[in-house]
């Protein structure tokens, strides 16, 4: 671990130590591979510093943590209490997005040192003139705390001097004299431990609820909407309670080998194409990429209403960035330097072997040109910013070089700390958690192809109780516009219900693809693991007021999310018995907001079991009764003891409890919902 030590004047020998000190900082946690990473955290919530610290012998030590946000000067300073076994915990807030720096700090604390030495020197009865002496030494140490001591307190470091010089042993065992002289003596032997990183993000990072549609398809026919229709969508989509509204691209469409329905190779006269063939024609006959706005969503300056109408609603509007390009982007005339060429000149099609992907041509990030293309795609991350846009969606990461993200990413955030940056990568894990590390603050999960409460469980153990948990934040998806698993299919209205109250509870920041979702669309293409009819490549006619759609329920279980403290975070989830291979349960908590989620994952059929609960673990009382509401169905229940009866049936797959203290009164129970609800 590099560190920083004061020490006696350097050996001439060149094969000693150039500085050294008795004291060392043999470990800091938490520190990703050694420190090479950031950790995360969003606004408002704590880092809990643990640091190993040794010294040869029985000296006392001093040992503190060093905090200060990356745009500041000032360093904030707090102890760190000794624990057990050498080991020492401190922790600090983080109030502001961007980089906080943190460093761990030890020196040998004469004082303290002397001081125990001195007690024990008194309480095992050595003669006074033993103890004159070390009174003298004593107050010798205090001497040097006094020379850097400001006004007030060298006075009373002088008048404990004063009392020490005349023998009086009583005021040389007080910790305020203690305190007084940690403060202000020299950090003899003082080393450093590296200094460590925070990505700070803004709280939607943590707590986001996303919802995904096609704006193309926001109209009542089949005909394709401009963004100020898909505008009026927004205020049912806040009544639903999401934070996030997420946009497939909105660029110009391609028009050389565009895609038909369903994937189909050729695209008829009216097709629209697939968004994420980026790059074509504008209403003037010009080409427009990345920076420009498809022209039948209205142009640029629609979308500026658009934005202005979901932030008034209190949402944030989220873009996908796709850095891939149609043959009809611009770049391809104007760059062609900057994709991959066949022997025969030609531009390669993107391809997986033997599938062709004939409407786009995948972007060479080893081009020798390469710090051009680089400015360039950060410039779209940044011209969107302009537009009102921080929160991004970023497709296939995995495909681009690592070293491009560290550097945009980090760039990006120098001028804007609250952005938000979700990895859509579904590949290998390290390669998922790489990503993760390097900076984007959400990453798509293997969430959807967990579905048996063990494969659930043991998921949620590696995502929120081990290292991962300090830099990978994930985010939930029961489907997306690529992905209609099989257990929706098979498991229709309750598989959905189940499925977007796990995403929505399990992880405290979660997606949906919205439409199809909410109205439980469960056709598949060709038996294959997404839907039929995929708006992807066509517009889809939705019935946005359908009162027997799931709105309704998710509106309620956004509303839990955002009344409920416990829901908002991930660290605290612990997994429960049911005592039924086909009930989960888990428990989360808040302070004294302390939730318990069981889901049935059998939509077929009812499931009865036993909620054990380990009362004790929870602070709950293990001899007396406690108050179980349920809040999705607004039930409640008085409780005792660990074992509770559960029955969950496809028309009822989840229950979402809320426990308290029993006898807790309705006004009680009314003033906590203001005080949430606040």
């Known amino acids: 671990m590099a560190s920083s030590a004061t020490s006696p004047p350097a050996s001439p020998d060149p094969t000693m130590p150039k500085s050294w000190s008795r004291v060392v900082i043999s470990s800091v946690a938490p520190a990703i591979d050694g420190g090479q990473w950031p950790i995360k955290r969003a606004v408002g919530e704590q880092v809990e510093v643990t640091a190993g610290v040794l010294v040869d012998s029985h000296d006392a030590l001093a040992v503190e943590l060093v905090v200060r946000h990356a745009s500041e000067e000032t360093e904030h300073v707090t102890r760190m209490p000794h624990v057990e076994n050498d080991e020492y915990a401190g922790a600090f807030e983080v109030s502001a997005p961007g980089r906080y720096l943190y460093r761990v700090r030890a020196w040998i604390n004469r004082f303290a040192t002397w001081q125990d030495q001195f007690r024990r020197r008194v309480e095992g009865g050595e003669p006074p003139s033993e103890i004159e002496s070390e009174l003298t030494a004593g107050a010798s140490l205090l001497d040097e705390a006094a020379e850097h001591a400001p006004e007030d307190d060298r006075e009373m470091l002088t008048a404990h001097i004063e009392a020490f010089e005349n023998g009086n042993a009583e005021a040389a065992l007080g910790d305020e004299i203690a305190e007084l002289a940690r403060r ?17 993000d803004p709280e939607r990072a943590r707590t986001g609820a996303w ?54 190779p050729e695209a008829g006269p009216d097709d629209p194409g697939s968004p994420w ?133 980090r760039e990006l955030r120098e001028d804007t700390p609250e952005l938000v940056v979700l990895s859509e990568a579904f590949t290998r894990p390290k390669t998922m958690y790489h990503l993760a590390k390097l900076g984007f603050n959400n990453s798509y999960t293997y969430f959807t192809w967990r579905n048996t409460p063990d494969a659930l469980e043991a998921y949620g153990e590696e995502l929120f109780h081990t290292e991962a948990a300090e830099y990978f934040r994930p985010n939930f998806w029961p489907n997306t516009p690529d992905i209609l698993h099989d257990e929706l299919v098979d498991g229709g209205r309750p598989a959905h219900k189940s499925r977007f109250v796990l995403a929505a509870t399990m992880s405290s920041t979660y997606g949906v693809y919205g439409p199809p979702f909410e109205h439980v669309d469960t056709q598949q293409r060709d038996h294959k693991e997404e839907y039929a009819r995929n708006e992807k490549y066509e517009i889809r006619t939705w019935d946005w007021n359908d009162p027997t759609s799931l709105q309704p329920f998710m509106a309620r279980v956004n509303r839990l999310r955002n009344e409920n403290p416990a829901l908002q975070q991930t660290r605290s989830i612990r997994f429960l018995d049911t005592q039924h291979p086909d009930l989960i349960a888990y428990s989360k908590a808040a302070g004294d907001n302390l939730i318990v989620v069981v889901v049935s994952l059998d939509p077929h059929s009812e499931c009865e079991g036993q909620l054990v609960l380990p009362v004790h673990d929870l602070g709950l009382p293990a001899d007396e009764a406690f108050s179980a509401h349920d809040l999705l169905h607004d039930a409640h229940y008085t409780w005792q003891g660990t074992h509770h009866y559960l029955r969950l049936s496809p028309d009822r797959p989840a229950h979402i409890f809320r426990l308290e203290p029993a006898g807790t009164s309705e006004q009680t129970h009314a003033a906590y919902d203001r005080l949430v609800h606040a």
């Open 184 to 200: 202000h003596a020299p950090h003899h032997q003082q080393t450093s431990s590296a200094t460590y990183e925070v990505l700070v």
């Open 211 to 264: 919802y995904e549609f096609f704006p193309r398809s926001a109209r009542d026919d089949d005909e394709h909407a401009t963004l100020d229709e898909a505008a009026e969508r927004l205020p049912r989509i806040q009544e639903m309670g999401f934070d996030i509204v997420y946009l497939p691209p909105i660029h110009p469409i391609g028009e050389t080998n565009r895609k038909g329905p369903d994937d189909a």
């Open 277 to 409: 063939a980026i790059g074509g024609f504008l209403a003037d006959g010009s080409k427009g990429g990345h920076k420009s706005v498809h022209p039948k969503l209205g142009g640029i300056e629609a979308f500026d209403r658009f934005v202005e109408t979901a932030h008034d609603l209190g949402l944030e509007v989220a873009l996908d960035v796709a850095f891939q390009c149609s043959p009809d982007h611009p770049y391809v005339e104007e760059h062609p330097e900057w994709f991959y060429h066949r022997p025969d000149g030609s531009l390669r099609y993107a391809e997986n072997p033997p599938k062709k992907y004939k409407d786009v041509h995948p972007i060479n990030f080893e081009t020798e040109a390469w710090p051009a293309l680089w400015a360039e795609l950060k410039s779209v991350f940044e011209y969107w910013i302009d537009h009102g846009v921080t929160t991004f969606r970023v497709d296939n990461p995995h495909t681009k070089p690592f070293a491009f993200w560290q550097w945009c990413l």
